[in-house]
């Protein structure tokens, strides 16, 4: 008798699917990769001639709709563009399949809102939003800290920041077009752990100014590539947040909680690895490249507790809806960005100022 | 014959007027500490029996007036609290001495404005403004580093934080009361390397936020104990502060600056000194308890670059005015803080919105 | 068509065989555990009714020479105490298996040499030693660094230390008797690494001494609970150590490499994750306990490499004679700490002297 | 009436002679120097045209006979080159003045037993070793946590490196050859150290090796520029060391004390100061050139304390003898350097063997 393993597809081949694929079949035990969808043609080339996919009897689709009924499939793991996360999302949900979805659900908080309506009306399907940090050792360590062991007492203040490295492909601009701005972009990880580490606060306020650096032609777009954003919260709870896509240095995603009785920091130093080379220029230490280098044993974690919540038919560690407040919070710094207004909600968390103005702080760094 | 050094005279004898004495008289070679001065009888007490005091030949005295006009002297340092500054100061000049003054200044724009004033009627005495950063080895190796190497290339955002150890004794909110709000009387400094890093950029909009959280009494002078705030300048430059009067670990004051090609980082983890202590709970560093620790020796530089200007006749490292519009920007940030309206100024950085709410997220931190 | 897999078999269920076989469930895509073997009766309680092998179809014996005749076996995995690695070995080979074996290969350096002898008898049979630190990432990086970019120059000189923590437990002192020593037992990754990294030097002379400070029961063993040991290399060369069983912060093993433009680190700092806890203490990191958390993603490059050299036919990471050398100077080291005398080799690399008397050192440590 | 100040004079106007008059001319206001002397013309033009020296009134003389005899002189600072510290500081001792000498008082053992035995017949005046890091902040740190805070329980080992800057101007080398060997010149601050926190033990065995990787011309004075030493103490203890004159990221001095309950580690990240610079190779920080900037302020610890205890009549900080027993050490390191045998005391301390044989493994670098 064969173990027992999820059938399970993967749509959209592109860096962060194909990453996935590799974690499921090489580090998931319990999943069993049986298709994988792409509608670009030389990702579909791509997989067509992997031997490791011939290998493991993966089948390649390049219709959505021929994956969701490849015999014995039994989840999806959603990868594509952030503009069909819903639809395939709900597609998956509707096939009566197990589905875990990228980050973030949608930009409209509409949509989303409806696929997780869908999700509630099939109780007995896991659907999960993939935040991936949730999932990291040390993200856990300080939750544990923070929220369990109480080592700085009440939590207050988060100060968190998602700086990548600059792309100098330009690949990421084509990209940004449709990913709804730099905050729902970058910041969603960090509203999370906002929501995670102050146990899900009630925003009351927020403003954000940004700045164009290095990718003027996201000007055209109206976003900027650095952005800074403050929400404060009911109850004397501040986050800032940093987003950044232009650091020379690596990927710099740090967190830092502040608590009555002390602080927990995570990665406040970000390093590679252990290796540090002693030169004429001093000591030095190398820095991730980007969030897989930082991340990839998170994902790991991610897909097994994801296996595994269908196996044993028990909660996903992260359910969708946890994806709606943070996308609403996102989108009203985008807005404090966009218009140099202030944000803000009444105590029961609905928005009720939210400014209108066109951006101007990222004109102005572009026309320098 | 005696080597030529600088007649002064110290007033105010609190933590910080003896810490300056101290740096007189024993790393101020050029320094001759001739009189002190304070109103407050325990400190005359303090003074009077003070066995080295005897020893250098230090007069006491108990009117300001009277230190003035000891016989010899030539320069004045102001250590009081806030409120004296300014008068004080004037006084110093127009009895034609050297005046080095604590910052700030004033709280009130108009008096400071007023003592900068008389002092460029007196081009030949030497007035300065004690920005103690300024003369800190890693911020000066830092400031060489993005403005004469440009290793960053082109600055555009600093980060900074203020935050002192949390004081237990209530001696610092009883001082609160007079100093004018947190972002003025912690913020200052990190304004400052804003202007010094960012080479005098001019300000378009600040927002700002705080909570209570050890000290509820704060909430009568309508204060906070953490504030953040966030500053646009023109021309695409950001900075963000956070000052907390209640860190449990110590004094943890830090900046960064970004660059078009990298960022500095000046004191990102904070270490009390070279030791570290491993045991049970892993790898520990003490940190410095408050800025004395963290600045010793910048007070020693500091000190000995005013007498050199007096003795060689040269000008002062920081101008009285630079901390004009340091304070603008404090206070505009206070009036962020205490309205949670946007402060905004025009090209010219003349002020032209600033918010007059109360203050509501204190009281929110408050009353949890 | 199924993936082709390698069939492997490991031997020894002890706290590191429990790991293989996870590590190849879990991380190793190409291998397929199809059998496990011990003979303690715990470990085969515990192996028959874990759900997870039943799961995975893992035959469970309690015969070594049973498990050699698992149908369809190609591969054996020898994980069991180091008393009967090689005689496991040279079964395993001439049943025609593939072999991979836990370092040392034997404590005997006439054993060893007839398992190699054999192995070379086999050369379709990949036969490797598991010196797991050669996968390590930063290890690799700064072997890349140090042999391909020569960013240090001549490397000339390794500072290396094994330190474990404290075993509370009593269950290393039990085991401690058949492991050769301490420098045996601890230092061979350590001398492994200085023959990587220097470039297989030729060893000329060597001292070491020790004490015993935890363990006073090891002296029954003629062994110590920490020991330094310097190996001078001919050639200008030097290499030292410090191993130690009696850490009470973590597993702290650290290297260093000197060159004539450089020096590079490896893990210098170790710690357990990225969380900093700032509190009254100051500021403080969690070190990882022992090797797993240090080494596991090292373990996975090691499986899958191993598997892939066989699915390749390709030559083995680390031949099995790598152990040979290491083990000489292992046993050396071992020589002078238990004789207080200098051992000493000649430039063909053939041991002429090594001392005879007791150890004193240790004895020393135990009746303070 | 003038405070009571020490009317000092300072011999030898080298680096250190002049860093020496600069820390009791501007941090050490109960010293008054009065004089300086060096036979050196380079030196003396250098002091007889500096302004300082004539506004403070320094005496300027090049014999030191004739400083002896300064009107109103109280105390020498002999900082000149080894081979003269025994002789000046007798000489000092029997004009009936205190006098603070740099270390070694002399490389060879009778000389200083003699200078410590005519000091002893002078208990009323001042004689001082000046081992400087007995006087740093961190050093004393960690003292109060190992001997009096017992935070590691029993200490039981020391590492400590002494690794300096490669000295690329050639003066080392030339200064090299009146130094008494690498272990006498780097390693006695270490042995110090040891002694200090390891509370005096007493030494049994020891064994040494070096090599010559920059600095081929030091083997004609039979002297390496790379060297490790161990030292076993009786009851336990061990000590280890590595001298470096070869370094390129700069001055890299660290100690650890591992006790019973855990380890204290001193400066095992050098840093130049607190800034890190985020560029394209990562994250990098200076490290201090040289001991002065280790140090600086250790110096002027050290002035106050002797020039303390010549006012208050208290006992010195570091007794003259206090450099015998680790002279003793340095020397018997430096035999078994050069010998390639082990040094072995008996339990009293005195050294009962130790070889003569020719160094080798210093040839053997500079020839490769």
Redesign the interface.
């Known amino acids: 008798?064969?173990?027992?393993r999820v059938n399970i597809g993967v749509v959209g081949l592109g860096r962060m699917g194909k990453r996935h694929v590799h974690t499921l079949?090489?580090?998931?035990?319990r999943a069993n990769v049986v298709a994988v969808c792409t509608n670009l043609e030389h990702e579909l080339e791509w997989a067509r001639s992997n031997q490791d996919y011939k290998?493991?009897?993966i089948a390649v689709y390049d219709k959505y709709e021929d994956m969701l009924n490849h015999t014995g499939i039994e989840a999806v793991w959603v990868s594509t563009s952030t503009d069909v996360h819903a639809i395939q999302t709900k597609m998956g949900v509707q096939k009566g399949l197990h589905v875990m979805c990228e980050k973030p659900l949608s930009i409209h908080l509409e949509e989303s809102q409806e696929v997780i309506d869908i999700a509630d009306k099939h109780p007995q399907l896991k659907v999960m939003a993939a935040f991936s940090r949730r999932f990291d050792?040390?993200y856990r360590?300080?939750a544990k800290?923070v929220l369990q062991e109480r080592?700085?007492g009440?939590p207050?203040?988060i100060?968190a920041q998602t700086c990548d490295l600059l792309d100098t492909t330009g690949f990421f601009v084509r990209y940004a077009t449709r990913n709804g701005g730099i905050f729902v972009d970058c910041a969603i990880h960090d509203i999370d752990l906002t929501l995670w580490y102050l146990d899900n606060p009630v925003p009351?306020?927020c403003?954000?100014?940004?700045?164009?650096?290095?990718h003027p032609e996201l000007a055209e777009s109206n976003d900027v590539d650095?952005a800074?954003?403050?929400v404060?919260y009911?109850?004397?709870?501040?986050a800032?947040y940093?987003c950044?896509r232009?650091?020379?240095?690596?990927h710099?995603v740090s967190t830092e909680v502040?608590g009555?009785?002390?602080?927990?920091?995570?990665?406040?130093?970000?390093?590679?690895?252990?290796?540090?080379?002693?030169?004429?220029?001093?000591?030095?230490?190398?820095?991730q490249e980007e969030y897989w280098q930082r991340f990839e044993?998170a994902f790991e974690t991610e897909a097994r507790e994801f296996i595994d919540s269908i196996l044993t038919d028990g909660p996903v560690p992260v359910p969708l809806k946890t994806g709606q407040k943070v996308m609403e919070i996102a989108r009203a710094l985008q807005s404090a960005l966009w218009s140099?207004?202030?944000s803000r909600w009444n105590e029961k968390g609905e928005l009720i100022e939210s400014g209108e103005r066109k951006i101007n702080?990222?004109l102005?760094?572009?026309?320098?």
């Open positions: 008798m064969a173990p027992r079949v090489s580090r998931t035990p290998d493991f009897e050792a040390s360590d300080a800290k080592v700085i009440k207050y203040m100060r009351k306020a403003w954000a100014t940004g700045t164009l650096q290095h650095n800074v954003g403050v404060e009911w109850g004397g709870k501040i800032y940093h950044s232009t650091q020379i240095h690596g710099d502040s009555t009785e002390g602080k927990i920091s995570v990665n406040l130093i970000p390093r590679a690895n252990n290796v540090v080379v002693n030169d004429k220029r001093g000591m030095t230490h190398e820095v044993y140099g207004e202030v702080g990222a102005n760094g572009h026309a320098k």
